[in-house]
């Protein structure tokens, strides 16, 4: 089955109109989304604005990139200290 990828903007737009009263069962059809999926986005982006969701993944990309770069500074740090217990 393939997957469909939706931006932010839609998934924003999305729980908008289910706000709104529009009814989930017809929303999820139409999106060809399961229910689990409608709900994991409520959860995730509920009361959100475009601006701020987008926000919210740069800081989610940043806040990764940062862990990917501690935890190769202290791997780095390991070995330079193994290295230097060897030597004396």
């Given at each position: 089955?393939?997957?469909?990828?939706?931006?932010?903007?839609?998934?924003?737009?999305?729980?908008?109109?289910a706000?709104?009263?529009?009814?989930?069962?017809?929303?999820?059809?139409?999106?060809?989304?399961?229910?689990?999926?409608?709900?994991?986005?409520?959860?995730?982006?509920?009361?959100?604005?475009?601006?701020?969701?987008?926000?919210?993944?740069?800081?989610?990309?940043?806040?990764?990139?940062?862990?990917?770069?501690?935890a190769?500074l202290?791997?780095?740090?390991?070995?330079?200290?193994?290295?230097?217990?060897?030597?004396?």
């Amino acid at each position: 089955m393939k997957r469909k990828r939706f931006s932010v903007e839609q998934i924003v737009a999305v729980l908008k109109q289910a706000e709104l009263g529009a009814p989930v069962a017809d929303l999820i059809r139409h999106l060809g989304i399961a229910e689990q999926t409608f709900y994991r986005w409520k959860r995730r982006y509920a009361g959100l604005e475009s601006e701020q969701v987008r926000e919210f993944k740069q800081l989610q990309d940043e806040n990764t990139k940062l862990k990917r770069l501690v935890a190769d500074l202290s791997l780095d740090k390991v070995m330079l200290q193994d290295v230097l217990a060897k030597k004396w």
